[in-house]
């Protein structure tokens, strides 16, 4: 009977859709990061040969687009410290927290893709 009340509770796949709350704010987040820095390196290497006095100033999105991946990183460790693993029959784990997991990561790398490319066309704008 308890063992089918944990079951209830704290089903397995709820750690499935916390640990892809962690994968996804992980992947995402570094895929706009890349994307920043490629387009923004598109930008840089276009500014140095029409105005080379102004190429600095466009090293600012790719440190931009860097710090994007950064923070999918500390987002995953955050939720990733937060999955708890079973103890016994005591329930850890629930679905609830499983989805809000999945929910952070998909928003946080979400977020950070979309924030890769703006950067990348304001970096490849000049």
């Known amino acids: 009977m308890l063992a089918q ?8 796949s709820a750690s499935f859709f916390g640990f892809m709350g962690v994968a996804s704010a992980l ?8 994307y920043g820095t490629a387009k923004s390196g598109v ?11 102004l190429a600095m100033r466009n090293i600012i999105p790719v440190v931009m687009a860097g710090v994007l991946g950064i ?11 937060s999955i708890d693993p079973p103890n016994g029959n005591a329930p850890k784990y629930g679905s ?3 989805f809000a ?5 998909l928003c946080c790398g979400l977020s950070g893709l979309a924030a ?7 970096g490849d704008a000049g």
């Not at 009340?5 to 397995?12: N, R």
């Not at 930008?43 to 006095?53: D, F, K, L, N």
Request: net charge negative; charged share 5%.
């Open 5 to 12: 009340l944990v079951a209830d509770v704290c089903p397995s």
């Open 27 to 34: 992947v995402f987040a570094n895929l706009g990061a890349a």
């Open 43 to 53: 930008g840089i290497a276009s500014m140095g040969v029409m105005r080379p006095e």
């Open 71 to 81: 923070y999918g990183l500390i987002v995953a460790v955050i939720i990733q410290g």
């Open 96 to 98: 609830y927290t499983g």
């Open 101 to 105: 997991h999945l929910a952070a990561g």
């Open 116 to 122: 890769g490319m703006a950067i990348g066309v304001v």
